[in-house]
């Protein structure tokens, strides 16, 4: 019995940890000419658990002075249907296409404000953000240089709505005039506790289940009207 009591102990001190304790990940990333860095560090249980996912060098192909990607896509090709269906329209059509539309609005809606909650106990740190950009033409590197500055304040204007972002990011745009230049480095930190985590996870599924109930109960009403 002692035993049993024990492992129980154990069992419900080590939920209480993994629960109040943080998720913390690390985001490196560095593009300098074709040099292109990437690397995430996650840790977990106060460094207990550690996993480092690293993107090797990125390099592109150049044929004929042309540079090309290469894109690896899955490709669905669909089915030719022949004939045709003619179907009546009548005014509980158009209700039932209105109600339709309304709850997915509200299904949208409401998992947006999961989401938005959860970001909420997101906290970002130490953003620091510098790029160095530049052509031989001045005009249009000034131009490019006020294009990035608009892009890093829409990107961190989102971040500091939705999360907690502390301290004040560090932002940098250069520019480097008469000869081309790209580069640009980027890292932060972002934390959440375990528990937000999981709570997240679980309104998320149970809003799934809910829009697929939904979506079953339309299926069967719709086949009853049907025949």
């Known amino acids: 019995m002692n035993v049993v009591f024990i492992i129980l102990l154990v069992l419900i001190a ?11 990940i690390e985001v490196h990333l560095r593009h300098q000419h074709k040099d292109d860095f990437y690397q995430i560090k996650c840790k977990a249980l106060f460094g207990l658990i550690r996993y480092t996912y690293e993107i090797p060098e990125a390099t ?5 002075g042309e540079t090309k990607l290469k894109i690896k896509q899955t490709e669905s090709i669909n ?17 039932d296409l209105f109600h339709r539309v309304e709850e997915v609005i509200q299904d949208i809606v409401s998992f947006h404000e999961i989401v938005r909650r959860f ?3 997101v906290h970002v740190r130490n953003l620091e953000w510098e790029t160095e950009i530049g052509v031989r033409d001045a005009a249009i590197t000034g131009v490019l240089s006020g294009v990035c ?16 972002v502390h ?4 932002l940098a745009v250069t520019p480097i005039f008469n000869k ?41 009403e719709h086949k009853e009207v049907s025949s």
């Open 60 to 64: 592109l192909n150049e044929d004929d």
């Open 79 to 95: 089915n030719n249907k022949k004939g045709s269906k003619q179907e009546s329209i009548s005014v509980e059509n158009v209700t």
């Open 167 to 170: 301290p004040e990011p560090k």
């Open 119 to 121: 970001l909420r106990k």
């Open 180 to 220: 081309p230049a790209s580069y640009t480095s980027f890292q932060c930190m972002v934390s959440v506790q375990n528990g937000h985590a999981i709570l997240t996870g679980i309104a998320m599924l149970s809003h799934r289940r809910s829009i697929i109930r939904k979506k079953e109960k339309f299926k069967n």
């Open 149 to 164: 500055w608009g892009i890093k304040g829409s990107i961190v204007g989102l971040l500091v709505e939705y999360m907690n």
């Open 14 to 24: 080590f939920f209480i940890l993994v629960w109040f304790t943080n998720i913390t």
